[in-house]
């Protein structure tokens, strides 16, 4: 298992700035993919971004496209999630997770962290 804590969540104004980030510890050979994901009132948790571990290979979900950037640092086991030119759809709890395939789909993911909040004003 892997275990997974996010931080940098927080309230930012329309057109700002975040970045979050992931730390991940335990079996974190293990994992192939880490993701980003959200969830906001009401709605389904979506698919954010991923990142391959190891190697090229990263995925963004097309609200987010030119937006967000997913990046890592191995040597920290930390992926990065920054978001840029923020948007009121954008608020919503967002999870980190790992995943032992390289896939995009929420049910593929086994290890999750508790989430952060993000809220976007306008």
């Known amino acids: 298992q892997v275990q997974l804590v996010e931080s940098g969540g927080g309230l930012v104004q329309v057109g700002g700035s975040l970045r979050l980030s992931c730390a991940a510890s335990?079996?974190?050979?293990?994992?192939?993919?880490m993701g980003w994901f959200r969830q906001a009132p009401g709605k389904e948790r979506e698919f954010v971004a991923a990142?391959?571990?190891?190697?090229?290979?990263?995925y963004y979900a097309d609200s987010v496209k030119g937006r967000f950037t997913i990046s890592r640092d191995n040597a920290k086991n930390t992926v990065y999630l920054q978001m840029n030119s923020l948007k009121p759809e954008d608020t919503a709890v967002y999870y980190c997770?790992?995943?032992?395939?390289?896939?995009?789909?929420?049910?593929?993911?086994?290890?999750w962290g508790r989430g952060t909040q993000v809220t976007v004003s306008s």
């Open positions: 997770a790992a995943s032992s395939i390289a896939t995009t789909s929420r049910y593929e993911y086994d290890s």
């Open positions: 335990g079996r974190t050979f293990s994992s192939v993919v």
């Open positions: 990142s391959r571990w190891r190697g090229s290979g990263t």
